[in-house]
């Protein structure tokens, strides 16, 4: 079956750096777009960026400047590098698959399990 896995999460002091990680395995034909959310304790889940087949990208204001986000050489995989880190950037940080079609489903969503970012001193 199709799993998103994330790595790369940690702790990290202010205006420091971290480079997420996420690779989608199973029986996939094809991914519409993946991206990056977070939640932080109390908050909605909110998008953080995304990134089409196309190579298309859109990031959240919040990150915009800060974060790039990728899609790896190897297959279905998306890097989210994170730079200057700030406080407020603590949540945790799911990996998502939009429009993932395998040999017996359409284009449906899939999450990872989250991995968890804490910006501080």
């Known amino acids: 079956q199709v799993q998103l896995v994330e790595s790369g999460g940690g702790l990290v002091q202010p205006e420091g750096s971290l480079r997420l990680s996420c690779a989608a395995s199973?029986?996939?034909?094809?991914?519409?777009?993946m991206g990056w959310y977070r939640q932080a304790l109390g908050k909605e889940r909110e998008l953080v960026a995304v990134?089409?087949?196309?190579?298309?990208?859109n990031y959240a204001a919040s990150v915009k400047g800060r974060f790039t986000i990728s899609r790896g050489s190897a297959k279905n995989t998306v890097y989210l590098q994170m730079n200057t880190l700030k406080p407020e950037d603590t949540a945790v940080y799911y990996c998502n698959a939009e429009g993932l079609t395998t040999p017996v489903h359409y284009g449906m969503n899939y999450w990872g399990e989250g991995t968890l970012v804490t910006v501080s001193s």
């Open positions: 990134i089409t087949s196309g190579g298309g990208t």
């Open positions: 199973g029986s996939i034909v094809s991914i519409k777009a």
